[in-house]
T-cell receptor, first 115, second 111 residues
Framework: DSGVTQTPKHLITATGQRVTLRCSPRSGDLSVYWYQQSLDQGLQFLIQYYNGEERAKGNILERFSAQQFPDLHSELNLSSLELGDSALYFC??????????????FGSGTQLSVL | QKEVEQDPGPLSVPEGAIVSLNCTYSNSAFQYFMWYRQYSRKGPELLMYTYSSGNKEDGRFTAQVDKSSKYISLFIRDSQPSDSATYLCAMIGSNDYKLSFGAGTTVTVRA
């Protein structure tokens, strides 16, 4: 168990809908990362938050947004969902600001199916 | 061309064999190199972590980095059925915040 908690584990929804994925980092970790994993794209970095502030942005669509709350948990909001958004969404956390020498700990993911 | 190339396999080996996995990359700024193991329907788990070129050994696992060739490897000795998983390489530069992952290689160790 990595100590990173993601809910829900599974989410089934329809095109055009909006969903929220939640992540609680390991105790004491200040950074939260969101990744998307699909069969054709592999593991893609979406966004990183450090202590409530956005630190780095990757291949995140404009329909997607995230935030990190004062208690350090994070939410990833996906709106106007399309079939192609179906994927595994992982949250990871690390102790500091996410510099290169930090190690990431991943949650078990949320499987999103858009029908 | 992707920044990190990894053969997705799949790779099937008998129990006790040596598993050899590798990745190539194009970004010469990468300084830190990792291998993650991902079991089905689970999150990636950090397996090995190395800085710059050289070898690192941890039990049955050996990671090698050759920066001059932009090539990294992971060897699993005396492989076990419990080693059956997808192995992802990942790397990052000193001034980066974003890990770059390979596509992952799926390994099956047959009992």
């Amino acid at each position: 168990d990595s100590g990173v908690t993601q809910t829900p584990k599974h989410l089934i929804t329809a095109t055009g809908q909006r969903v929220t994925l939640r992540c609680s980092p390991r105790s004491g970790d200040l950074s939260v990362y969101w990744y998307q994993q699909s069969l054709d794209q592999g593991l893609q970095f979406l966004i990183q938050y450090y202590n409530g502030e956005e630190r780095a942005k990757g291949n995140i669509l404009e329909r997607f947004s995230a935030q990190q709350f004062p208690d350090l948990h994070s939410e990833l909001n996906l709106s106007s969902l399309e079939l192609g958004d179906s994927a595994l969404y992982f949250c990871a956390s690390s102790p500091g600001g996410g510099r290169a020498n930090e190690k990431l700990f991943f949650g078990s993911g949320t499987q999103l199916s858009v029908l | 061309q992707k920044e990190v190339e990894q053969d997705p396999g799949p790779l099937s080996v008998p129990e006790g064999a040596i598993v050899s996995l590798n990745c190539t990359y194009s970004n010469s700024a990468f300084q830190y190199f990792m291998w993650y193991r991902q079991y089905s329907r689970k999150g990636p788990e950090l397996l090995m972590y190395t800085y710059s070129s050289g070898n690192k050994e941890d039990g049955r696992f050996t990671a090698q980095v050759d920066k001059s060739s932009k090539y990294i490897s992971l060897f699993i000795r005396d492989s076990q059925p419990s080693d059956s998983a997808t192995y992802l390489c990942a790397m990052i530069g000193s001034n980066d915040y974003k890990l770059s992952f390979g596509a992952g290689t799926t390994v099956t160790v047959r009992a």
